[in-house]
Each structure stands twice: as structure tokens, then as C-alpha cells.
């Protein structure tokens, strides 16, 4: 009797119970209380790598240089969380020039657990992020002129840095004439400088979109493009040719913001390629051809005066014209060059500068 008593007692259960509750607990505390911890420390470490790329980008702007730059991105990343250290060497795609670039950093550090070793949980974890930044010139797209210069051409300045040339009083003189054979010392076939900006990156030998028409034109000079322009990977991004004269609108486009500085896209015109991707050089070098896509380098900052055309603008520009019914001249006030592109998002001018973004 006393034996079958003893198996029928149910004492020890309540014991098993409590012990496994206890462990569920630790488990759920375990959940709650170490993913609370592991979750603001990697905020925390996040927000330490945004400061990282945004020192490391801003280093290359100013021409520190990769040493100055990974040392800064140090000095912000331990700031934020003073663990952080680099999980990988922070990488410069495009190099640590001050035209322009990229730059992704990889920071990381340790988080203890309170609960986690009680349930085998090992103790502390790893806690790791990446962020990517990019620099580039200042002011972003918002003040664009889909109307290309040409490196030491079109024009009475040297472009993109001809000597004598004072940003804020040396004035340029720019002219667009394809009237004849003669007239097209600049300019291929057919050809009047302007650009379809959202082309901007297409490969050489891909098709061009329609042409933009003169109200999205209008849209972008008075307007602004809405993206980045920037050249990546330089020396020159493709971007195809636009439609072409579009009458006096484009003129009264411009003339509608005289006195304001627009950027420019600078073409090199012996890169720009036909419709098959071959080259397309000016002057016949390459026989008859139609220029089908701009080798953009860089972006000239011009305050713009005034947009001359017919004997107004053979004068303006001293540029001899068969049909000066034809010539478009556009006075302007040099004021400055910027290689590597635009950045997007607009904001305030201040041309000759630079700005920063995180992109990822």
C-alpha cells in the first residue's frame, strides 16, 4: 500500500512546473529585455556609420585626402559609439578625389546580454551596420540649362579654365549656328546643343528616348532637373543630343532668368558619338555624321545676361554668320567650372562649392 501511495503522490510535479515556467521566463526576458539592448545599440551603431561616411565623403571634398579621410570617419564613428571600430577597411570606389565620389563604411561593436547566457545564449553579440555617402558640387540640379558648351569651343572663354578668367566679372560669349557647312565650326549637322537630361548615363551605344518637348525644356530652366547629374565614373557620362532649335522659347527661357547663375553641362566634343557609337567630332574630322550623344565632363556656372540672336548676336558674339537668322548668342558671367557633377536635392546656391549625401 504505502508503495502505490508513494507512485500515486503528485508532489514533485508542481517542482518541474516552476522549473520550466522559470525557464520560459528567462527565455521571454531573454527576447524582450536582449533584443531591446541589441536594437538601440544598432541604432546607435547605424547612426555612428552615418557620421563615419558623411566625415569620410566631406574629407575628400576639401582634398584631405583617404589617410585624413578614414581618420576622421574614426574620429566620428567612436564619438557616436565610442566601441565602434572598422569590421572592413571603408572603400573609395572612385578614389578620395575632390571632383566627386563614394565612400561606404562598415563600423561595428558589442552589446552585452543580461539574460541570454541563463538560456545558452552566447554573450556579448556583434553588432554591425553600413552606410554609403557621396560628394559632389554644391547647389544640386535645381538651377540646369539643358544646353551643352563645348571644351574650348562655342565660345569666347576657354572652358573649362582659360586663363584671364575672374569668376564674377570676366564676360563669356557663347553662340549656337549650324546655318551652313561654313557655320559648322562647332556644331555637326543638324545640331543645336541642346541635351534630354534624362538620358543622363546612357550607355554609347544604347537608344535614345524621345525628345523631350519644349515644355519639359522650359520646366527644367526655369525649374530645375529633378535628380543628380552626377559623372560616374569620370571622365565624361553620355547624354543624349535633344531636339533641335525650339524657336525663340528657349530664348525667352533663358532671358526669363537673367541675372540668376544656371550650370551648364560642358561637353567634349571629341567624344560625343553618332547614333551606331562612333565618333562624332566636329569639323568633319569623322566625315558627315549627326551628333546622337554629349560626353559630358563637368558643368560651367554662368550668371546669365542675355540671350542675342540675328544681327544682335553676330555682333555680341563677332561670330560671322551666312544666315545670322540662325545664330543664337548668349551673354554671360563667368562664374566658375565644376567637374564630377551635380548632386541632386537642390537648396541654396553657393557655386564652387561642394555638397554631401548619404545614399545608403
Not at 570676366?170 to 559648322?184: I, K, L, M, P, V
Not at 535633344?242 to 537673367?258: I, K, T
Not at 547614333?275 to 549627326?290: I, K, Q, Y
Request: proline share 5%.
Amino acid at each position: 500500500m504505502r508503495v502505490r501511495d508513494r507512485l500515486n503522490e503528485d508532489s514533485g510535479v508542481t517542482a518541474v512546473i516552476v522549473a520550466i515556467l522559470i525557464l520560459v521566463i528567462v527565455g521571454m526576458l531573454a527576447l524582450t529585455v536582449d533584443g531591446g539592448l541589441l536594437w538601440t545599440k544598432h541604432r546607435r551603431v547605424r547612426a555612428g556609420n552615418d557620421a563615419a561616411a558623411l566625415a569620410a565623403a566631406y574629407s575628400c571634398a576639401t582634398g584631405a585626402g583617404i589617410g585624413a579621410a578614414n581618420a576622421k570617419a574614426d574620429e566620428l564613428a567612436t564619438a557616436n559609439v565610442a566601441d565602434l571600430s572598422q569590421v572592413t577597411p571603408n572603400a573609395y570606389p572612385e578614389g578620395c578625389e575632390v571632383d566627386g565620389g563614394e565612400v561606404q563604411v562598415r563600423y561595428g561593436g558589442q552589446q552585452g546580454l543580461l539574460f541570454g547566457p541563463a538560456v545558452g545564449v552566447s554573450s556579448p553579440k556583434p553588432v554591425v551596420a553600413t552606410s554609403t555617402a557621396r560628394w559632389g558640387g554644391a547647389a544640386g540640379a535645381t538651377n540646369v540649362a539643358p544646353l551643352m558648351l563645348s571644351i574650348n569651343r562655342l565660345s569666347s572663354c576657354g572652358i573649362p579654365d582659360g586663363p584671364g578668367l575672374v569668376i564674377g566679372t570676366s564676360r563669356c560669349f557663347f553662340w549656337w549656328d549650324n546655318g551652313t557647312a561654313q557655320d559648322q565650326t562647332a556644331l555637326t549637322n543638324a545640331e543645336w546643343g541642346l541635351m534630354d537630361l534624362r538620358t543622363w548615363g546612357i550607355d554609347r551605344y544604347a537608344s535614345c528616348l524621345g525628345n523631350a518637348s519644349q515644355q519639359v525644356v522650359s520646366g527644367w530652366i526655369a525649374n530645375g532637373f529633378p535628380g543628380s547629374l552626377l559623372i560616374d565614373p569620370p571622365p565624361f557620362e553620355y547624354v543624349c543630343r535633344g531636339s533641335g532649335f525650339q524657336g525663340s522659347a528657349l530664348n525667352n527661357d533663358l532671358n526669363a532668368r537673367a541675372g540668376d547663375i544656371l550650370w551648364f553641362p560642358v561637353n567634349n566634343p571629341q567624344e560625343q558619338v553618332q547614333s551606331n557609337g562612333a565618333l562624332c567630332r566636329p569639323e568633319g574630322v569623322d566625315g558627315a555624321c549627326t551628333v546622337y550623344k554629349y560626353a559630358i565632363v563637368g558643368f560651367a556656372a554662368l550668371q546669365v545676361v542675355e540671350v542675342w540672336t540675328g544681327n544682335a548676336a553676330q555682333d555680341r558674339c563677332g561670330h560671322p554668320a551666312s544666315n545670322n537668322g540662325s545664330l543664337r548668342c548668349l551673354e554671360t558671367v563667368w562664374m566658375g567650372y565644376q567637374p564630377g557633377g551635380l548632386l541632386g536635392g537642390g537648396g541654396v546656391q553657393n557655386f564652387g562649392l561642394f555638397a554631401v549625401a548619404l545614399t545608403g
